[in-house]
């Protein structure tokens, strides 16, 4: 291993509540915490990593990411994958690959939230979920469902999305 790399090398736990978080606009309602990315983690490898918590009821709307490749591991509750339009179901324990530019979304079918863990690679999609959420702080109440920012498409296509569902965009009703 060359100097360099040895040197930049180091090892790091993040603590759940030291991590940005943020709450989602609808249709996933929930939030998120964006735990690690090579940014933090000084690696060498570009990834983001996080956890994804969709309120009872709610869902991931279908997109793709034309350059990144994505796992989610489900933590706790249960719903749907939706994968190339194939719904699959998911539980805790479940772990799904997404590669490149395949369409997914979830949806939460149980009465508790649905919650995974989900790493994307390259990174970028904490970037995706500060600018349409709001600052989620431990302790801090759920706020009352709100919309996504009007230049969310524009927001998707500077940060890691190829394709997104138009059925569910601003003034369409449920939106993400």
């Given amino acids: 291993m060359s100097g360099d790399r040895q040197t930049a090398s180091r090892a790091l736990v993040v603590h759940a509540e030291d991590a940005p978080s943020f709450w989602q606009p609808v249709p996933a309602n929930g939030f998120v915490q964006c735990l690690m990315d090579d940014s933090i983690a000084g690696s060498v490898a570009r990834f983001a990593m996080g956890r994804q918590t969709v309120a009872p ?3 991931v709307r279908q997109h793709t990411h034309d350059r990144h490749e994505e796992v989610i591991h489900v933590v706790s509750g249960y719903g749907a994958a939706l994968l190339d339009g194939v719904e699959h179901p998911i539980r805790a324990g479940s772990t799904v690959f997404i590669g490149l530019d395949r369409k997914h979304g979830f949806i939460c079918k149980s009465e508790e939230p649905l919650t995974f863990a989900w ?3 390259p990174g970028g999609l904490q970037d995706f979920f500060a600018a349409i959420g709001r600052p989620r702080f431990p302790g801090q109440p759920a706020p009352q469902p709100f ?8 927001i998707e296509k500077q940060t890691v999305f190829g394709w997104s569902d138009p059925a569910f965009g ?3 009703g449920d939106n993400q």
């Fill in 57 to 59: 009821g709610c869902f």
């Fill in 119 to 121: 790493l994307l690679m």
């Fill in 147 to 154: 919309a996504r920012p009007a230049d969310a498409g524009a």
């Fill in 170 to 172: 601003p003034g369409k």
